[in-house]
């Protein structure tokens, strides 16, 4: 007998049904978890890709109040070309600004996740155990591509404090800036959010049921949140990659951010989620900024 026929008969009481059945979702939860490839526990940091190392570097330093890191021979893959690099750090994870090498455009070049338990080889045998394949790669990371192509680091948490890059002072700022606490949010372009989100799904479990529709789907990466959004399946590679990379802002007031991006000549962007902001940088990638 199910829950359903019980309380209809009178065997079980709507209270206890409702006790019940919360259980039962409780346990169909902590089933998916442990089922997950992975246990993802930080977005470790945001690695994009430019079309000007230094004037992007310089955007994003005048605009936020926060440690930088600069590596004059950066590698943002282990088999990229050497770059000048920088390093903004953003609460425990950080963002990468790397140089973007022909054919790439400027885009999403990898995103990092911190792993609980992170062991390469295990992983490894556990992805290739579900179907999924692993590139080789001269590194202690594993490196995986999703079905849209966007390329994931995964490894242990804490990339800033294993950080070997040269502290930079970057140019004298003009006015307030903002305080990033995080990068809360990321969002990826998808060509099949059906799809895409199994296979997301498939690595890190239960999906955020709150912020699925049909458009988009999303899952929590420790604190951060990880967001698929359709694009048309015609769209062309161009039009997948990087939607938007959302910053939580201590103390964050529209009005105060609107005024902070007028002084250095930001316009804010349409499309923005509501209580946020939303702006472009020199090669047009869009950053949010927002409380959380």
């Known amino acids: 007998m199910d829950l359903a026929q019980g309380a209809r008969k009178g065997l079980v009481s709507r209270r206890q049904a409702l006790v019940l059945l919360g259980a039962a979702a409780a346990v169909r939860g902590a089933d998916a978890a442990e089922q997950a490839i992975m246990q993802a526990v930080s977005l470790d940091h945001v690695n994009i890709r430019v079309s000007n190392v230094a004037r992007t570097a310089e955007f994003y330093m005048g605009l936020f109040d926060t440690p930088v890191l600069r590596n004059a021979a950066l590698r943002a893959q282990p088999t990229s070309p050497p770059s000048e690099g920088f390093f903004l750090r953003f609460g425990d994870g950080y963002l990468a600004i790397s140089q973007a090498f022909a054919p790439d455009r400027p885009d999403l070049d990898h995103y990092s996740i911190g792993l609980r338990d992170y062991e390469k080889t295990r992983l490894t045998a556990r992805l290739q155990d579900n179907g999924i394949a692993v590139p080789p790669r001269s590194s202690t990371d594993v490196w995986l591509a999703d079905l849209d192509g966007a390329l994931m680091q995964l490894r242990q948490p804490g990339g800033w404090a ?131």
Request: aromatic fraction near 6%.
């Open 162 to 292: 294993r950080q070997t890059a040269t502290p930079y002072q970057g140019p004298a700022r003009v006015g307030p800036a903002l305080s990033p606490l995080s990068m809360s949010r990321i969002g990826l372009r998808s060509a099949d959010v059906g799809r895409a989100g199994d296979f997301y799904g498939r690595l890190f479990g239960t999906e955020m049921t709150s912020a699925a529709s049909g458009r988009s789907r999303a899952f929590g990466l420790g604190d951060s949140v990880l967001e698929l959004i359709s694009v048309p399946a015609n769209s062309g590679s161009a039009k997948r990659g990087l939607d938007y990379i959302r910053v939580a802002v201590k103390d964050f007031s529209a009005e105060t951010a609107t005024r902070i991006l007028r002084e250095r000549g930001i316009k804010t962007d349409d499309g923005a989620a509501p209580g946020s902001l939303r702006i472009s940088d020199p090669d047009g990638l869009s950053v949010e900024l927002a409380a959380n």
